[in-house]
């Protein structure tokens, strides 16, 4: 049973475009949530994450948003730009909180979205 | 500062064998955590690692073990390896207590099982 799940395998966008990527949950007691990103032949680099305290958090041209009573997250990225094409996987995580005493390593990943900015 | 190194980074084994993987996390980093990724399940947890002691483990059988090392160092061990086996396996390091929590990945291990 996925707990984490990103239902579009792939995306494509037009350069300068809007991108959004999904990801929905179902276990309402994560309470951390993270974006990576990866390039074939390279290992996962960490995005951006969001607090289950907070409904948004941006970081340049990245904007995760949170919404907790539908158990939804998504990843805009604006504006796009080819070198944004990877695999954008979202992860949640249980016990991380704010006094980061529990576990940090036990990640519940989707299965990733396969995302193309055309130039 | 240097990333997370992981050795081999490819390698091939027949069915039955057993193989170990390495891992050193970033400088400082104290919890190291192991992924399997294949392109049908995605990347799973396997296990963590912190202060030497297992802290969660995933849910794959017995076959699949690690271990840490005093200076952080890890490895972990397949043994009896499967066709099903074959997948990239990624480490993850993160400081373990306080910080942001994010996990640093490395570059992986490509295991292939003939």
């Known amino acids: 049973d996925q707990q984490v799940k990103q239902n579009s395998p792939s995306l494509s966008v037009q350069e300068g475009r809007i991108s959004i990527l999904n990801c929905d949950y179902t276990n309402s007691m994560f309470d951390y949530f993270l974006w990576y990103k990866k390039y074939p032949a390279e290992g996962p680099t960490f995005l951006i994450s969001i607090s289950s305290i907070k409904d948004k958090n941006e970081d340049g041209r990245f904007t995760v948003f949170l919404n907790k009573s539908a158990k939804h997250l998504s990843l805009h990225i604006v504006p796009s730009q080819p070198g944004d094409s990877a695999v954008y996987f979202c992860a949640a995580s249980l016990g991380r909180g704010l006094n980061y005493g529990g576990s940090q390593g036990n990640l519940i990943f989707g299965k990733g979205t396969k995302l193309s900015v055309k130039p | 500062k240097a990333g997370v190194t992981q050795t081999p980074r490819y390698l091939i084994k027949t069915r039955g064998q057993q193989v170990t993987l390495s891992c050193s996390p970033i400088s400082g980093h104290r919890s190291v955590s192991w992924y399997q990724q294949t392109p049908g399940q995605g990347l799973q947890f396997l296990f963590e690692?912190?202060?030497?002691?297992?802290?969660n483990k995933g849910n794959f059988p017995g076959r699949f073990s690690g271990r840490q090392f005093s200076n952080s160092r890890s490895e972990m061990n397949v043994s009896t390896l499967e066709l099903g086996d074959s997948a990239l396996y990624l480490c993850?390091?993160?400081?373990?207590?306080?910080?942001?929590?994010?996990?640093?990945f490395g570059e992986g291990s490509r295991l292939t099982v003939l």
């Open positions: 690692y912190f202060s030497e002691t297992q802290r």
């Open positions: 993850a390091s993160s400081l373990g207590l306080g910080g942001t929590g994010e996990l640093f």
